[in-house]
């Protein structure tokens, strides 16, 4: 009989253990992309615990996923033209969509698209538009119009641009008249030269700071996403927000599951959360990006679902140019940026 005791506490002991591996759930995101309340929620509501981790561009994550695909995460949150290339390497798997009751809550306008046609991989979670901000305090209402002006030996070390490869390139592609996602080698090395030229205005790399660098004013010029310029104008009301004349880039971020994922029940009762309007409505409120969730914005304060930065007007729209994968142009893109940022 103590025999028998012994092995019972010892498969009890191991049963608590399963059950605790199973009630987990590994996220990588951005920074800023999913508030500690959001996963509180979720953690009461279904009992699975969750640990984040985050990145600060799409390469950190790509090159982490194809590096290890098993590194431990069951959820990541790409840009859409990274969904295109993890599909071609197989490192994301087939999304259940029998499973996700609160689907049919996104806008049509962001599905079907070239990353992924027929929606197997991705569920769109977040938009922002790429555009210019600038604090009135030290330039002149409406004195910056176009990605162009941003080259003028006025701005000379003032610069803030944003240390993503193809965030950073399409701002030279645009002001040269070239398509975001061009494969042209010649056009690549035309966008490599156009930025060498904006370097002496360039004050800094970043990306996942933005928001608080024009909010503190260590910056006052420069690339920024709609959101986080929306939420930092909130605290500093010199900030302004413009989307130039020429074009911008309009990124779509999205959850897929990676093929490595141990606990891919578990993402998909994730993803179901997060599709529910409150809770989409709670995760645009805090992140101050943009929903592709018809319901969420429904609930969302008229000043914000109607404010220009975050949802701009039709024809302010039509300008925009969503990022799609550059194949094996990718490498050079890569290239050129790493010897871009050496010169700082």
Same mark, same amino acid.
């Given at each position: 009989?103590?025999?028998?005791?012994?092995?019972?506490?010892?498969?009890?002991?191991?049963?608590?253990?399963?059950? /605790?591996?199973? +009630?987990?759930?590994?996220?990588?995101?951005?920074?800023?992309?999913?508030?500690?309340?959001?996963?509180?929620?979720? =953690?009461?509501?279904?009992?699975?615990?969750?640990?984040? /981790?985050?990145?600060?561009?799409?390469?950190?994550?790509?090159?982490?996923?194809?590096?290890?695909?098993?590194?431990?995460?069951?959820?990541?949150?790409?840009?859409?033209?990274?969904?295109?290339?993890?599909?071609?390497?197989?490192?994301?798997?087939?999304?259940?969509?029998?499973?996700?009751?609160?689907?049919? +809550?996104?806008? *049509?306008?962001?599905?079907?698209?070239?990353?992924?046609?027929?929606?197997?991989?991705?569920?769109?979670?977040?938009?922002?538009?790429?555009?210019?901000?600038?604090?009135? %305090?030290?330039?002149?209402?409406?004195?910056?119009?176009?990605?162009?002006?941003?080259?003028?030996?006025?701005?000379?070390?003032?610069?803030?641009?944003?240390?993503?490869?193809?965030?950073?390139?399409?701002?030279?592609?645009?002001?040269?008249?070239?398509?975001?996602?061009?494969?042209?080698?010649?056009?690549?090395?035309? $966008? @490599? =030269?156009?930025?060498? /030229?904006?370097? *002496? +205005?360039?004050?800094?790399?970043?990306?996942?700071?933005?928001?608080?660098?024009?909010?503190?004013?260590?910056?006052?010029? #420069?690339?920024?996403? +709609?959101?986080?310029? @929306?939420?930092?104008?909130?605290?500093?009301?010199?900030?302004?927000?413009?989307?130039?004349?020429?074009?911008?880039?309009?990124?779509?971020?999205?959850?897929?599951? *990676?093929?490595?994922?141990?606990?891919? $029940?578990?993402?998909?009762?994730?993803?179901? @959360?997060?599709?529910?309007?409150?809770?989409?409505?709670?995760?645009?409120?805090?992140?101050? @990006?943009?929903?592709?969730?018809?319901?969420?914005?429904?609930?969302?304060?008229?000043?914000? %679902?109607?404010?220009?930065?975050?949802?701009?007007?039709?024809?302010?729209?039509?300008?925009?140019?969503?990022?799609?994968?550059? #194949?094996?142009?990718?490498?050079?893109?890569? %290239?050129?940026?790493? %010897?871009?940022?050496?010169?700082?």
């Amino acid at each position: 009989m103590k025999h028998f005791g012994v092995v019972f506490l010892f498969l009890l002991c191991v049963s608590k253990t399963a059950l /605790a591996a199973d +009630n987990a759930l590994n996220i990588y995101t951005w920074a800023g992309y999913l508030s500690d309340a959001v996963v509180s929620q979720f =953690e009461a509501e279904t009992g699975i615990r969750v640990k984040v /981790a985050t990145y600060v561009n799409n390469e950190v994550l790509y090159a982490k996923l194809k590096a290890n695909p098993d590194a431990g995460y069951d959820i990541i949150m790409p840009s859409s033209y990274f969904i295109s290339r993890m599909r071609r390497h197989a490192l994301i798997q087939k999304i259940d969509h029998s499973k996700l009751e609160h689907y049919n +809550n996104i806008n *049509p306008i962001f599905l079907s698209k070239e990353h992924d046609p027929k929606n197997e991989y991705s569920i769109p979670y977040l938009w922002n538009g790429t555009g210019i901000a600038y604090n009135t %305090r030290y330039h002149a209402q409406k004195s910056v119009n176009t990605w162009q002006d941003l080259w003028l030996p006025r701005y000379r070390d003032q610069l803030l641009v944003l240390d993503d490869t193809r965030e950073c390139f399409s701002m030279a592609l645009i002001a040269l008249g070239y398509s975001v996602n061009d494969q042209d080698p010649e056009h690549i090395k035309a $966008a @490599f =030269e156009k930025l060498k /030229a904006l370097m *002496p +205005n360039i004050k800094l790399f970043n990306m996942d700071a933005q928001r608080s660098i024009y909010l503190d004013e260590d910056i006052t010029i #420069g690339m920024g996403l +709609n959101g986080d310029i @929306f939420l930092a104008k909130a605290q500093n009301p010199y900030l302004q927000f413009i989307y130039p004349k020429e074009g911008f880039v309009i990124t779509l971020d999205s959850i897929a599951i *990676p093929v490595g994922a141990k606990h891919v $029940a578990n993402a998909h009762r994730f993803i179901d @959360f997060v599709l529910r309007p409150e809770i989409a409505k709670q995760i645009t409120l805090e992140s101050g @990006f943009s929903t592709p969730n018809l319901a969420a914005k429904e609930l969302l304060p008229l000043q914000i %679902r109607t404010d220009p930065i975050l949802y701009p007007d039709v024809e302010t729209l039509k300008k925009g140019q969503f990022h799609a994968d550059v #194949g094996e142009a990718t490498p050079l893109y890569e %290239r050129y940026f790493e %010897r871009l940022k050496l010169e700082e």
